[in-house]
């Protein structure tokens, strides 16, 4: 799955973004509830690292657009 960000995207996007592929993928595995919050845990970790990420090269070069496999 390719998402293409662009880095002045606000943390609230990123969320927006995080409750569209969470329904993705509870429609896909159909996952359990433990699943489910180990899941939501890491997307919301990987989520934080990205925006970080995204914060530090935005201000380097905004407007860029960044690729995310």
Same mark, same amino acid.
Request: net charge positive; proline share 0%; hydrophobic share 50%.
């Given at each position: 799955?390719?998402?293409?960000?662009?880095? !002045? #995207?606000?943390?609230?996007?990123?969320?927006?973004?995080?409750?569209? !592929?969470?329904?993705?993928? !509870?429609?896909?595995?159909?996952?359990?509830?433990?699943n489910y919050r180990k899941f939501?845990?890491?997307?919301?970790?990987?989520l934080r690292k990205a925006h #970080?990420?995204?914060?530090?090269?935005g201000r380097r070069s905004p407007?860029?657009?960044?690729?995310? !496999?």
């Open positions: 799955m390719n998402i293409i960000f662009d880095l !002045t #995207s606000t943390f609230y996007q990123l969320r927006v973004l995080m409750e569209i !592929t969470k329904i993705q993928f !509870t429609k896909i595995f159909r996952l359990n509830h433990a939501e845990k890491l997307f919301i970790q990987n #970080s990420l995204f914060n530090y090269v407007g860029i657009l960044y690729r995310m !496999t």
